[in-house]
Structures are given as structure tokens and as C-alpha cells.
């Protein structure tokens, strides 16, 4: 039996759920331990659930990923780090990665999280917190953070190592074509450079973690692995080589659905959406779903998107509104029994599939972009364990 959404709310309702992301937590551990699994046999799984777990909802997403066998968590502000502790999360090992200031840095040691560090500046400033755990930066060749000296991060070390108080809590870089398999040697230019500078900075801190690898590099190169590897979109189940993500045993953990809120017949000549962006060549049904780019549904999509309903993919018509998408059904009068079914924008429905790779690689983006940018308004509902 095809599912339906409901019009309207049922008796005490306070609203309808116009649209909805539904994260199967069981896929993120079997990601979890699947990466596990191909790390070596002595590295640590970090989970990345910066940006509210990739669109995920980051604090099931990370209890996911431990119970598939990750051993520490990482974000990117000292107030993600906040949310996990305020969670639940006490004794995970967690690291943020970004850039701090002073205040963040001490809310951050104040939930006792690692930070990173390419400046004597930042070590000063645990210092006058009172110390904490830090992560020494090589840019390698990202050119973001961290210092393009090996030698300054081998001083940063050891003066690191005189400060009261300040421990090298591990050494790390950033790869910045991990996920690109003709880039020119340039990774494993990186990877060269890491590894010196990573023996030399434990040869001064032999407990401290030499981490480079995100889950391009960890299914890429197993000389990446080093202690620790950080791994984001693979635990979503996201192809982090923007491919298929089956190919890698990995499986989707997010389904976005919406539902048809209307289907009303277009004549011939007829327009729909804004700007007259679609005019309707015979006599066709146009379909309603309610959510739009203010849902994470991209106006980049307009005219090119697809959505699944009844088991087939129907169109993406027109121009896509803030929170409204038209789809072409048919001419087949039949079409008006689809009238609040079950609308599939990324995941399965029967036989067919759209997978958010399916959707980067239409606005000429990445994955990651696909899930981040599903909105606030959009709950997050969750299945599996």
C-alpha cells in the first residue's frame, strides 16, 4: 500500500509535518564499524560530527558512531563541544579543529575537550586557563590553519613541553585532495611531509596522536592511518569520493521526504512556479511538495532535480520556490490519486533511489553540502540503533 501523509493534523495536533529527515542511526554505526574494520589494527576511529553531524542532528549521530566503534568525536567550535557534553557525552574524548578565541577556547577546556594549536599565542593562552591537552597543526599544503613550517611545529613541541600545565595531546595535518585520485602525487607530497614532522614531535610527546587521514585518505592509503583517523562523511554513509557509496559498504543514513500537497491539471501553454519558468507542452498534472530551498531543497535544482513518488521519479519543474517544488506527474487523469502520497527527496522508495551524491553531482557540488544545507525547520526523526 502506498503511504500517505496526512492533510490535516489529527485531533489535538498542533501542526502538520510538512517535511522530514529520517536518520537511520543503525546505518551510522555498521558505517562506524565498517571504517573501523579497515583501519589498522592499532588506530583510533574519530567520528566528525561538526555542523550538527553533516545535517545528521550531532548528538545521536555521535552515540551512533560509538556504538559502532568509534573512540573519540571531533568538531569545529568550542560550542558543538559544549552541546555533546551537555548531552550526555562526559568521557569521550572530544577535539575541536577550529579556529578558537580566547572565550571559546575556555569554554572549550571547560568541557574538556583538545584544541588545536599553530601559535605559541594559543599555548599562552591555555596557560592563563590553566592548562589543557592541544593538537599541534602542519599545513602540509591544505593552506588553511596550521603552520607551513615543520620546524616551527617541532619548537611549538617543545615549548609546549616546558608550559605548565600544556600537553601534546597529538600531532596533525589536513589532506587536502585525499578524495582525488589523479592529484598529481600531491597527497602523497602531503603524506611525506606529515610523517616527518609527526615522528618528530612524538619523539619529544611519544603519547601524543599523530592524526591526518579523513575517510577519503582512510580508504585511500593505509600509511595514512597513523594513531587516529577523523572520519565525517563516510559515517553518514556518504561516498567520500563522490561516487557510490555502496561500492564502499557503506549505507545512507538519511531519507528527506516531503508529500504532494496538491496536484492540480496544467493545459497546454499553461505556466507554473515563478518567472513562468515552466510551460506545460500537453495537458499535465502538476504535483505540490511542500518544501523548498529554505529546507535544503536547492533553487540550483530548478528544472533539473528529481523526486521520487508511487516508485518513480518524476520531475522537478520550474523554479524552485523558498518553500514550495512542483513536480511533472503525467497527463494520465490517475494522477490525481497520488494526492497526499509520500515523497521521497534523497533515499530509497521501492526500486529506485536518489542518493545525495546523485543530487551534489547536479548542482556541481560535493555531498557534503547536500545534507548540511537540509534546514533548521526540517526535523529529525530517528529509526534503528
Same mark, same amino acid.
Given at each position: 500500500?502506498?503511504?500517505?501523509?496526512?492533510?490535516?493534523?489529527?485531533?489535538?495536533?498542533?501542526?502538520?509535518e510538512?517535511?522530514?529527515?529520517?536518520? +537511520?542511526?543503525?546505518?551510522?554505526? =555498521?558505517? #562506524?564499524? &565498517?571504517?573501523?574494520?579497515? !583501519? $589498522?589494527?592499532?588506530?583510533?576511529? $574519530?567520528?566528525?560530527v561538526?555542523?550538527?553531524?553533516?545535517? =545528521?542532528?550531532?548528538?545521536?549521530?555521535?552515540r551512533?558512531a &560509538?556504538?559502532?566503534?568509534?573512540?573519540?568525536l571531533?568538531?569545529?567550535?568550542?560550542?558543538?563541544?559544549?552541546q555533546?557534553?551537555?548531552?550526555?557525552?562526559?568521557?569521550?574524548?572530544?577535539?575541536?579543529?577550529? %579556529?578558537?578565541?580566547?572565550e571559546?577556547?575556555?569554554?572549550?577546556?571547560?568541557?574538556?575537550?583538545d584544541?588545536?594549536?599553530?601559535?605559541?599565542?594559543?599555548?599562552?593562552?591555555?596557560v592563563?586557563?590553566?592548562g589543557?591537552?592541544?593538537?599541534?597543526?602542519?599545513?602540509?599544503?591544505?593552506?588553511? !590553519?596550521?603552520?607551513? +613550517?615543520?620546524?616551527?611545529?617541532?619548537?611549538? %613541541?617543545?615549548?609546549?613541553?616546558?608550559?605548565?600545565?600544556?600537553?601534546?595531546?597529538?600531532?596533525?595535518?589536513?589532506?587536502?585532495?585525499?578524495?582525488?585520485?589523479?592529484?598529481?602525487g600531491?597527497?602523497?607530497?602531503?603524506?611525506? /611531509?606529515?610523517?616527518?614532522?609527526?615522528?618528530?614531535?612524538?619523539?619529544?610527546?611519544?603519547? #601524543?596522536?599523530? =592524526?591526518?587521514?579523513?575517510?577519503?585518505?582512510?580508504?585511500?592509503?593505509?600509511?595514512? =592511518?597513523?594513531?587516529?583517523a577523523?572520519?565525517?562523511?563516510?559515517?553518514?554513509?556518504?561516498?567520500p569520493?563522490?561516487?557510490?557509496?555502496?561500492?564502499?559498504?557503506?549505507?545512507?543514513?538519511?531519507?528527506?521526504?516531503?508529500?504532494?500537497?496538491?496536484?492540480?491539471?496544467?493545459? %497546454?501553454?499553461?505556466?507554473?512556479?515563478?518567472?513562468?519558468?515552466?510551460?506545460?507542452?500537453?495537458?499535465?498534472?502538476?504535483?505540490?511538495?511542500?518544501?523548498?530551498? /529554505? +529546507?535544503?531543497?536547492?533553487?540550483?535544482?530548478? *528544472?533539473?532535480?528529481?523526486?521520487?513518488?508511487?516508485?518513480?521519479r518524476s520531475?522537478?519543474?520550474?523554479?524552485?520556490?523558498m +518553500?514550495?517544488?512542483?513536480? /511533472?506527474?503525467?497527463?494520465?487523469?490517475?494522477?490525481?490519486?497520488?494526492?497526499?502520497?509520500?515523497?521521497?527527496?534523497? *533515499?530509497?522508495?521501492?526500486?529506485?533511489?536518489?542518493?545525495?551524491?546523485?543530487?551534489?553531482?547536479?548542482?556541481?557540488?560535493?555531498?557534503?553540502e547536500?545534507?548540511?544545507?537540509?534546514?533548521?525547520r526540517?526535523?529529525?526523526?530517528?529509526?534503528?540503533?
Open positions: 500500500m502506498r503511504r500517505r501523509w496526512r492533510e490535516e493534523p489529527p485531533s489535538g495536533a498542533a501542526s502538520v510538512r517535511a522530514a529527515a529520517e536518520v +537511520d542511526l543503525g546505518a551510522i554505526a =555498521h558505517n #562506524a564499524a &565498517l571504517l573501523r574494520e579497515r !583501519l $589498522c589494527a592499532s588506530a583510533l576511529l $574519530c567520528a566528525v561538526k555542523a550538527e553531524g553533516y545535517g =545528521h542532528g550531532a548528538l545521536p549521530a555521535a551512533a &560509538l556504538a559502532g566503534g568509534a573512540r573519540w571531533a568538531v569545529a567550535t568550542a560550542q558543538e563541544a559544549a555533546l557534553r551537555a548531552g550526555g557525552l562526559r568521557e569521550v574524548p572530544i577535539l575541536v579543529m577550529g %579556529a578558537l578565541c580566547e571559546e577556547i575556555a569554554l572549550a577546556l571547560s568541557c574538556s575537550a584544541i588545536v594549536a599553530w601559535r605559541e599565542q594559543t599555548l599562552q593562552t591555555l592563563r586557563a590553566g589543557g591537552r592541544v593538537h599541534l597543526k602542519l599545513d602540509s599544503g591544505m593552506g588553511r !590553519l596550521g603552520s607551513r +613550517d615543520p620546524e616551527e611545529v617541532v619548537a611549538l %613541541a617543545r615549548r609546549a613541553l616546558e608550559l605548565p600545565g600544556v600537553q601534546v595531546a597529538g600531532v596533525m595535518t589536513h589532506f587536502a585532495t585525499a578524495d582525488e585520485m589523479s592529484d598529481e600531491y597527497f602523497e607530497q602531503q603524506l611525506a /611531509a606529515f610523517r616527518d614532522v609527526a615522528s618528530r614531535v612524538k619523539a619529544l610527546a611519544p603519547q #601524543a596522536l599523530a =592524526h591526518a587521514a579523513n575517510s577519503a585518505a582512510l580508504l585511500r592509503e593505509r600509511s595514512a =592511518h597513523f594513531d587516529m577523523r572520519c565525517g562523511i563516510a559515517i553518514y554513509g556518504m561516498d569520493f563522490g561516487a557510490d557509496a555502496a561500492a564502499q559498504g557503506l549505507r545512507p543514513a538519511l531519507t528527506l521526504r516531503t508529500y504532494v500537497a496538491e496536484v492540480k491539471l496544467l493545459r %497546454a501553454g499553461e505556466y507554473a512556479t515563478y518567472g513562468r519558468r515552466y510551460r506545460a507542452q500537453t495537458d499535465t498534472y502538476i504535483g505540490v511538495l511542500p518544501i523548498g530551498y /529554505a +529546507d535544503g531543497f536547492r533553487r540550483g535544482l530548478s *528544472g533539473r532535480g528529481e523526486v521520487l513518488i508511487g516508485g518513480r520531475p522537478q519543474v520550474g523554479t524552485v520556490s +518553500d514550495n517544488i512542483t513536480v /511533472a506527474l503525467g497527463s494520465d487523469p490517475s494522477c490525481l490519486q497520488l494526492l497526499g502520497s509520500e515523497a521521497v527527496i534523497i *533515499g530509497a522508495q521501492g526500486q529506485e533511489r536518489i542518493s545525495a551524491e546523485e543530487v551534489a553531482e547536479k548542482l556541481q557540488t560535493i555531498n557534503y547536500v545534507t548540511c544545507a537540509i534546514g533548521a526540517v526535523p529529525r526523526r530517528y529509526v534503528g540503533s
